[in-house]
């Protein structure tokens, strides 16, 4: 529950930052898009103790991709949609689904 909250607001305000082309959002986007990412690591390390391994490590690889992919985008270039951005999208919405299958199998354990 927790990741889809930050990350929904991650999202949002990736989005304004993207369509008013103001600054202003960028750093409570990106300060919460890296608890976004530790959250996700705190899950998948967790996860991985309790046997999902492949799913410990793809959580660990999206976690480390998605901040990667936001930072490639600086210095920032408003409204242009490149494959950059683009990937950084998926990648988050990804994050996000990874998560709630993290949070189910840590709960199954």
Wanted: glycine letters at 12%; aromatic letters at 6%.
């Amino acid at each position: 529950m927790l990741v889809r909250v930050l990350g929904l607001l991650a999202i949002i305000l990736g989005s304004l930052s993207w369509v008013t082309g103001q600054r202003h959002y960028l750093a409570p986007h990106i300060g919460i898009g890296f608890c976004v990412a530790v959250v996700v690591v705190v899950m998948s390390v967790i996860a991985m103790a309790k046997g999902d391994v492949v799913l410990g490590v793809i959580g660990l690889l999206l976690a480390v991709l998605l901040p990667l992919m936001g930072f490639m985008q600086l210095p920032v270039v408003f409204h242009s949609m490149g494959a950059v951005q683009g990937i950084h999208i998926a990648l988050a919405f990804t994050a996000i689904g990874v998560a709630e299958r993290l949070y189910s199998t840590i709960r199954r354990a």
